[in-house]
């Protein structure tokens, strides 16, 4: 027998109250001197035996009482070893419309059991939801979780896609072979904009080792192996059946404004040229507004990027900003802040120290062209690491033992009802 909550057995502690009092009313009576016993009747010794006798088992069924209550607090319940599986097979759901894939399922299922590799473990047998068969699995966390299964061994069918090792590389079992299938190479369109008579795409290649990105201009009536279709006035266009419809955009230029105060004249003409060089390598229109911080920043449109080269407190806040934060220790020209919306910009510039130090990368990085491109290149990033990596970092040695636990605990009322009937019953016919 084991305990769910073990703690409450300290309740036991309250045996002592029972325990003190019957101690109390051992000690001997008060001796009273009398001058004659001749009028003091013979006592009955049967009858006092038996008063101390109910006496006895009044204070042992009172001692039941709370032992029994205290057990009932714990939870107590039976716990038994039960045998586990021989071998249980995780198949990650993106596989699964593979026709290899699920004919070594079909097989697989005639003697084992088979599950998704996703939270829960659920049974392949019972379906999956689309958003399940495109996602991709936290292998470091199901890892951790794989002793649910009270499996002797585990195998696991994955892609080992890079996009699925995230956070604290786990602990896990020993007993567990991974089977890692190579990916094939892919090619999606993550981004599309559009001018008078063509159409920009803006695709993502990506294999086991690499992920990259091209720019193709197609004309709007050659638009080749892409799949298009149009909902109301927005066309969408994909490569294959199973990547997501990517909008075709109107190309708008990026809005950036540059404020900046008389003393910053010079790095301002550096900052401008840097975003003109920015417009011809992207081919596309960057709007530039120069403006001196003492004038009126109001604006039609919400620029993209301000950049504030200024000593003053910054006024615009909820855009993106670069401002002026002198750091002589700094390692870059533009740095990061603890705000995702705002960078600094680390000291004056000259020409020699802006070609040094790549101002017009790190701007680049600032405006960020690909943001909405990495988050639809996720759905097709098809990298993938080396098993060893997919092993946790300290193996568990030994079998996952599966124990069954019995609750008891009704047994424990029965005898707790029979014992305050008992003693109830034997309290009333000591008064009597």
């Known amino acids: 027998m084991t ?189 599309a904009t559009r001018t008078d008579h063509q159409l920009r795409l803006k695709l993502a290649n990506s294999a086991r080792d690499h992920l990259s ?20 006035d927005t066309l969408y266009v994909r490569i294959q059946d199973d990547h997501p419809w990517v909008p075709v955009a109107a190309l708008t230029p990026k809005q950036v404004v540059i404020a900046y105060e008389t003393d910053f004249s010079d790095d301002m003409k550096l900052v401008h040229a840097s975003l003109q060089a920015i417009e011809r390598y992207l081919e596309r229109p960057v709007n530039i507004k120069t403006v001196n911080v003492t004038e009126d920043l109001a604006w039609d449109t919400v620029p993209d990027l301000l950049v504030w080269m200024s000593n003053s407190p910054l006024r615009e806040k909820g855009i993106k900003n670069i401002i002026y934060k002198p750091d002589p220790l700094a ?30 990368e790190h701007l680049l990085k600032v405006i960020d062209v690909n943001a909405g491109a990495m988050v639809k290149a996720e759905a097709v990033d098809a990298r993938a690491v080396d098993m060893e990596a997919l092993e946790p970092v300290i193996a568990k040695n030994g079998k996952m033992v599966r124990y069954d636990d019995e609750d008891i605990s009704p047994w424990f009322w029965m005898l707790l009802v029979v014992t305050v009937i008992g003693e109830r019953a034997l309290a009333l016919y000591r008064k009597q």
């Open 213 to 232: 990105f091209e720019e193709r201009t197609i004309p709007l009536n050659r638009v080749g192996n892409l799949q298009e279709k149009k909902v109301g």
């Open 331 to 360: 390692q870059a020209i533009i740095t990061d802040s603890a705000d995702p919306a705002i960078f600094n910009l680390t000291g004056t510039m000259y020409v020699e120290e802006a070609i040094r130090t790549h101002l017009t």
């Open 3 to 191: 305990f769910l909550y073990p703690t409450y057995l300290w309740s036991l502690l309250v045996l002592a109250v029972p325990v003190g009092i019957h101690l109390w009313s051992k000690k001997e009576g008060k001796v009273i001197k009398v001058g004659s016993i001749e009028f003091f009747g013979a006592s009955d010794t049967k009858k006092s035996s038996s008063v101390k006798l109910n006496e006895l088992v009044l204070f042992m069924l009172r001692c039941l009482i709370i032992t029994v209550l205290s057990i009932l607090l714990a939870e107590p319940v039976l716990r038994s070893k039960q045998q586990n599986q021989p071998v249980h097979y995780l198949i990650e759901p993106a596989l699964v419309p593979d026709e290899s894939v699920s004919a070594v399922i079909d097989t697989l299922l005639e003697k084992y059991p088979v599950s998704y590799l996703a939270d829960g473990f659920p049974a392949i047998n019972a379906g999956a939801t689309p958003a399940l068969m495109k996602a991709t699995p936290n292998y470091w966390q199901l890892a951790s979780q794989m002793e649910q299964l009270y499996a002797d061994s585990i195998v696991i069918f994955t892609r080992a896609r890079l996009s699925g090792l995230k956070g604290k590389r786990s602990e896990g079992a020993a007993n567990v072979t991974w089977i890692v299938f190579e990916p094939d190479s892919t090619q999606a369109v993550v981004g």
